[in-house]
């Protein structure tokens, strides 16, 4: 009787485990809010945090970056992404996610967002809370080789 309130009592709670928290304690996600059309979802700080894009010279940059301007962004994210790429050692291509390591290598902080649909997306977080997309600007960096 007491196993199955406990099933029926889980199967009603709208949380996932996630892997852990900074102190190692695993967190508790809650299922993410309902999203329009070019918006995103990031799980941060025990909250959600919901955000839309715009598109700048093959750059996908969060909307902070155009606070000042909302036709030139002026944020770390554009910043970084703009950099030349010979500042930034090039990741071994056996990695499962060049972007994230590049990111990280631009002392950022990749993260996932979730769109309306549940596909999930990486995005480079930078200190000034700007983001882009993480494998926008990876290929801005190394673009793809185009074979003849």
Request: aromatic share 12%; with cysteine; hydrophobic share 35%.
């Amino acid at each position: 009787m007491t196993y199955l309130f406990l099933v029926i009592l889980l199967s009603f709670q709208s949380f996932s485990v996630d892997i852990k928290n900074k102190n190692g304690k695993p967190v508790l996600r809650p299922t993410p809010p309902p999203l329009k059309s070019g918006e995103y979802a990031l799980f941060l700080d025990d909250k959600y945090i919901i955000f839309k894009t715009q598109k700048t010279d093959d750059l996908e940059l969060d909307l902070s970056c155009y606070k000042k301007n909302k036709n030139t962004p002026d944020c770390m994210a554009f910043i970084y992404a703009k950099m030349k790429a010979e500042n930034v050692e090039t990741p071994n291509p056996a990695m499962n996610n060049m972007a994230a390591f590049h990111c990280a290598k631009l002392n950022g902080r990749n993260l996932l967002a979730i769109d309306s649909k549940r596909n999930e997306t990486d995005f480079c977080r930078f200190h000034d809370k700007s983001m882009v997309s993480s494998w926008s600007m990876y290929f801005r960096h190394y673009p793809t080789p185009v074979l003849k």
